[in-house]
């Protein structure tokens, strides 16, 4: 619903995942009625919220159908986001980091569209992280729980049986160890069906794991650079700030948002948990909205806890 006195300040949290999400630590006998109650109860500032479970739409599709039951008012605005993993890895060797990429579609986009125009279209184009390039061979198709949860089996089944225990269950790993190139993203994104209706954004931790060499500078810097965005999760809007003037100082995207990245509920001991979020946003709760902030950043987004004067 529009303010009749215009655009008004509001939280925008654009990474929230829920019970459908492959990783979630959402819990008790009916943890999705436990979820909506968790939105329902958010401060009232809170407006818009992104609904991001990895590859799957499952979770936007539920909660879209609450609110067109009548459940979550508060909240003007759902958006389905998408997150990848990319093919270009930060770390060491013995542990690699890879980079998050998101992709935030328009509502206007049916659940249906997103699947069959993007997540299908991506099919083809998936290679397996380096440590198990090896199995390329025994994963094709399209990234579905069943398919994940076969190539995440064999990339356990194809380590040492005493270092099994180290790893997650066999869907969390798959999902993993699918990388996408950054051209095969935005080559599909630029497709008849979404062109316009997409904003992206790249996930700030991980891309600062990769090192500023002369073997990675380049690719560090289109990352970033390529991105509407980039998203963060920190402990205190001070700490956004001071990662916000990093990226400044580095003369890099520094559009920085502040997201819950919620794996967990309000109550939860955790920075990733539902109401943590220091972005506010002055802009109309549409997709369109948040276009004009990303076009109009400086005067449209503020990271803090108390509303902007």
Request: hydrophobic share 35%.
């Given at each position: ?174 999902f993993d160890n699918l990388c996408l190139s950054l051209d095969s993203i935005q080559s599909i994104l630029s497709s008849h069906y979404l062109k316009g209706q997409t904003i992206t954004a790249v996930g700030k931790t991980e891309w600062a794991d990769i090192k500023w060499n002369a073997q990675s500078t380049a690719d560090k810097k289109t990352i970033i650079n390529g991105a509407d965005f980039v998203f963060i999760s920190a402990e205190s809007a001070d700490a956004c700030r001071k990662s916000k003037e990093a990226l400044t100082n580095a003369k890099v995207n520094d559009r920085l948002l502040d997201c819950s990245d919620s794996h967990s ?45």
């Amino acid at each position: 619903m529009s303010d009749s006195r215009g655009s008004a300040w509001a939280k925008w949290d654009l990474h929230v995942h829920t019970p459908a999400s492959l990783v979630h630590e959402y819990s008790g006998a009916d943890p999705w009625e436990a979820f909506f109650y968790g939105l329902e109860t958010l401060p009232k500032e809170f407006k818009v919220i992104g609904i991001n479970d990895y590859l799957f739409l499952d979770g936007y599709k539920k909660v879209l159908e609450a609110k067109k039951n009548g459940r979550l008012a508060n909240i003007e605005l759902f958006l389905p986001v998408i997150e990848l993993r990319l093919d270009k890895f930060g770390g060491s060797n013995n542990h690699l980091s890879r980079v998050n990429y998101h992709v935030l579609f328009s509502n206007e986009l049916s659940p249906e569209t997103i699947e069959h125009q993007f997540l299908n279209a991506l099919s083809s184009k998936y290679t397996l992280s380096p440590t198990y390039s090896t199995l390329t061979s025994k994963w094709a198709g399209i990234p579905n729980r069943q398919a994940l949860a076969a190539l995440g089996q064999a990339i356990i089944e194809s380590v040492p049986e005493k270092e099994r225990s180290k790893y997650g269950s066999p869907l969390r790993v798959g999902f993993d160890n699918l990388c996408l190139s950054l051209d095969s993203i935005q080559s599909i994104l630029s497709s008849h069906y979404l062109k316009g209706q997409t904003i992206t954004a790249v996930g700030k931790t991980e891309w600062a794991d990769i090192k500023w060499n002369a073997q990675s500078t380049a690719d560090k810097k289109t990352i970033i650079n390529g991105a509407d965005f980039v998203f963060i999760s920190a402990e205190s809007a001070d700490a956004c700030r001071k990662s916000k003037e990093a990226l400044t100082n580095a003369k890099v995207n520094d559009r920085l948002l502040d997201c819950s990245d919620s794996h967990s509920f309000s109550n939860a001991a955790t920075t990733n948990r539902l109401g943590k979020c220091f972005t506010w946003i002055k802009a109309e709760p549409t997709f369109e909205g948040l276009r004009q902030a990303l076009f109009e950043y400086t005067g449209r987004v503020r990271i803090s806890i108390t509303p902007p004067d």
